[in-house]
């Protein structure tokens, strides 16, 4: 009797490592910048500048990157805005040991901004990482017998998808907004937040093509001193190189915006 199999190689996460850990550090406002009555928002983002294995550890080296939005001391209170970055590198122990295939799959920030005095502010932020590494497994499947003696066999047909390629890329989106008439010009930047409210992927020959949305908000002063704000929707598309694809393939996408 022969069994007749055949190979099956199938992705799946190898290792998850959840960590957290907390940032405190005093940060100065710099000479340029009004003296600091209240603070009215703070947003912080992490980048993750380098990754490594050290034994049983993953060395996670990177940045805070964050904007505060503050109440400016005066006769006449009005708003300002400063940035700035707060390096960091914490040791995140790995159980089962480390390896160069680990990455950050998502991390967050939640910061916490607090007045020492005018010109000093306290900055606590709680950082959470979310650490995968992914192996490949190659599996034997029965897929016949063959045997001269009388044998019964129950088979069954199934779909199977086959991994075309796997990458990570970066697309670069640059567009330009126009103030209506009815706003005011714009003289200093005070605070942007922007989303992605939506986005559609479709595959082509050798490549994905990437739509979508953008909502874009901007509170500024103008170069009279006054304060305004614009929200607009702003559309993109482009395309992301992917060889060996084409419109008949299944496909996923994860996209962070950055």
Not at 49 to 65: A, S
Request: aromatic share 8%; charged share 35%.
């Amino acid at each position: 009797m022969e069994i007749i199999t055949k190979q099956i190689e199938t992705n799946q996460v190898d290792k998850r490592l959840f960590d957290q850990f907390m940032l405190d550090e005093d940060f100065n406002v710099p000479d340029s910048k009004n003296d600091v009555e209240k603070i009215v928002s703070s947003e912080g983002r992490v980048r993750i500048d380098e990754i490594k294995p050290v034994e049983n550890y993953l060395r996670v080296q990177g940045k805070i990157e964050f904007q505060i939005l503050y109440v400016a001391e005066g006769i006449e209170p009005t708003f300002s805005s400063l940035e700035g970055k707060i390096p960091f590198v914490e040791m995140v122990y790995a159980p089962d040991g480390a390896d160069n295939n680990m990455d950050v799959k998502s991390a967050r920030a939640e910061l916490h901004v607090h007045t020492i005095h005018s010109r000093k502010l306290r900055i606590k932020a709680m950082v959470e990482m979310e650490i995968e590494s992914e192996k490949q497994n190659t599996w034997e499947v029965p897929t016949d017998v063959e045997s001269g003696d009388r044998v019964y066999k129950k088979q069954k047909e199934m779909d199977m998808l086959k991994l075309r390629t796997s990458k990570k890329d970066t697309y670069r989106i640059k567009e330009e907004i126009t103030l209506p008439g009815t706003k005011e010009s714009i003289g200093m930047m005070l605070w942007t937040d922007i989303a992605n409210r939506r986005i559609d992927t479709k595959l082509v020959v050798d490549e994905l093509q990437i739509m979508g949305e953008l909502l874009v908000f901007c509170f500024y002063e103008s170069p009279d001193g006054k304060i305004d704000w614009i929200e607009q929707a702003v559309p993109y598309q482009g395309r992301v190189e992917c060889y060996g694809v084409d419109e008949t393939m299944f496909h996923h996408v994860q996209a962070n915006l950055e």
